[in-house]
């Protein structure tokens, strides 16, 4: 059973129509056309106490999901999105995704680096880290080659120096 349409979507279809728009376009001319009105007390007084809600928590990082800022990370089928960098110890937290197959080199650790495989797997030599899995390298430890069967997400917390090429 369809719904009929609303008035409103009435007037914005007919407008569309005689314009040679398509709704969208139709519905933001009405918008623009519209003269201001103030929103009622109730709506800025819930609006303010929001904004006042964010400020008290006030995070100093803020990343959303659907942001793009995936770059790449010098091999082929990895990539890094910086999440925060600690100003004062130089700590940075990043996502790191491998696709099936991709491999970082091996390298050496300057300071601790902290790993969660949030997807997939990482892999180097004969250990195996799967979803779910934690694992912390000290600090002037060599890695041998990292590589992944089926692609992974990692979530990497290190010193100043671990990703200076990202």
């Not at 008035?7 to 623009?32: F, K, R, S």
């Not at 201001?36 to 964010?54: E, F, I, Q």
């Not at 999105?81 to 970082?104: C, E, H, N, W, Y």
């Given at each position: 059973m369809s719904r009929q349409p609303t008035p409103q979507q009435l007037e914005?279809?007919?407008?569309?129509?005689?314009?040679g728009l398509d709704t969208a376009e139709a519905a933001a001319l009405l918008a623009e056309s519209a003269a201001p009105a103030a929103p009622a007390p109730s709506v800025k007084s819930r609006l303010m106490?929001?904004?006042?809600?964010?400020?008290?928590?006030?995070?100093?990082?803020?990343?959303?999901?659907?942001?793009?800022?995936?770059?790449?990370?010098g091999?082929?089928?990895?990539?890094?999105?910086?999440?925060?960098?600690?100003?004062?110890?130089?700590?940075?937290?990043?996502?790191?995704?491998?696709?099936?197959?991709?491999r970082l080199p091996a390298h050496h650790h300057h300071d601790v680096e902290q790993c969660?495989?949030?997807?997939?797997?990482?892999r180097f030599g004969d250990l195996v880290y799967e979803e779910g899995d934690f694992v912390v390298m000290d600090k002037h430890t060599?890695?041998?080659?990292?590589?992944?069967?089926?692609?992974?997400?990692?979530?990497?917390?290190?010193?100043?120096?671990?990703?200076?090429?990202?």
């Amino acid at each position: 059973m369809s719904r009929q349409p609303t008035p409103q979507q009435l007037e914005i279809m007919a407008l569309a129509d005689l314009a040679g728009l398509d709704t969208a376009e139709a519905a933001a001319l009405l918008a623009e056309s519209a003269a201001p009105a103030a929103p009622a007390p109730s709506v800025k007084s819930r609006l303010m106490s929001r904004v006042a809600a964010y400020q008290q928590v006030k995070p100093i990082a803020d990343v959303r999901h659907n942001e793009p800022r995936w770059m790449p990370y010098g091999a082929q089928g990895v990539e890094v999105k910086p999440l925060f960098i600690d100003a004062q110890t130089g700590r940075s937290t990043v996502l790191l995704r491998m696709a099936p197959g991709a491999r970082l080199p091996a390298h050496h650790h300057h300071d601790v680096e902290q790993c969660l495989v949030v997807k997939g797997d990482v892999r180097f030599g004969d250990l195996v880290y799967e979803e779910g899995d934690f694992v912390v390298m000290d600090k002037h430890t060599d890695h041998p080659e990292i590589h992944s069967a089926d692609g992974n997400l990692l979530l990497l917390v290190a010193g100043r120096t671990e990703f200076l090429h990202a």
